[in-house]
């Protein structure tokens, strides 16, 4: 009976050895996969994320830009539609070319603040804000019952604040994007 019993025990264990082992390769195997997945989309949500910063720069350097020619060509607006009996809808004229400005950054404010991280999504919102306060203050510009800076004196604050806020987002971009994806993180 002994060699009986031997053999029971060694066909039970193989058994139990066998069922773990399988419980084991598909452990093993299912998380190779979610791993794999894991991965695939940290690698697909870095690209996202590049795309929508890269398509943002590209939009706030274009507001910029548009936004310092109302400011050069401030004098000269004024003064065509003082010629031509405008004068009323100078203030409108404006609101019309800081709309412009406006209007393209939107979406790629937006986009970007939904990929985030968090750290781009305080930059975008501090972008956000730059934004509404360079319209309040071309508003006020504009604006002939307000007392006007004909020097121009808070523009170039404005300016920098805007490169600082460029520089934000840069850096919490790189911050986001320089991690490759890994498994588990």
Not at 17 to 38: E, K, L, N, P, S
Not at 41 to 56: I, K, M, P
Not at 122 to 136: G, K
Request: proline residues 4%.
């Amino acid at each position: 009976m002994t060699d009986a019993w031997a053999a029971i025990v060694a066909a039970i264990a193989a058994g139990v050895f066998g069922i773990g082992g399988t419980f084991a390769g598909i452990y093993v195997g299912r998380r190779g996969v979610t791993d794999q997945a894991v991965v695939e989309h940290g690698q697909w949500l870095r690209g996202q994320r590049q795309e929508a910063y890269l398509l943002l720069l590209d939009a706030w350097d274009a507001a910029v830009r548009d936004a310092k020619g109302i400011v050069e060509t401030w004098d000269e607006r004024e003064r065509w539609m003082d010629d031509h009996g405008e004068t009323e809808n100078f203030h409108q004229a404006i609101a019309m070319a800081v709309d412009a400005i406006e209007t393209p950054l939107r979406k790629p404010l937006e986009r970007a603040h939904l990929l985030g991280p968090e750290a781009v999504e305080n930059a975008v919102e501090d972008m956000a804000n730059h934004v509404e306060e360079l319209r309040e203050y071309l508003d006020q510009q504009a604006d002939a019952s307000y007392p006007f800076d004909r020097q121009w004196a808070r523009w170039p604050v404005l300016e920098t604040a805007g490169q600082r806020c460029r520089m934000k987002l840069v850096a919490a971009a790189k911050g986001a994007l320089r991690p490759s994806p890994t498994p588990g993180g």
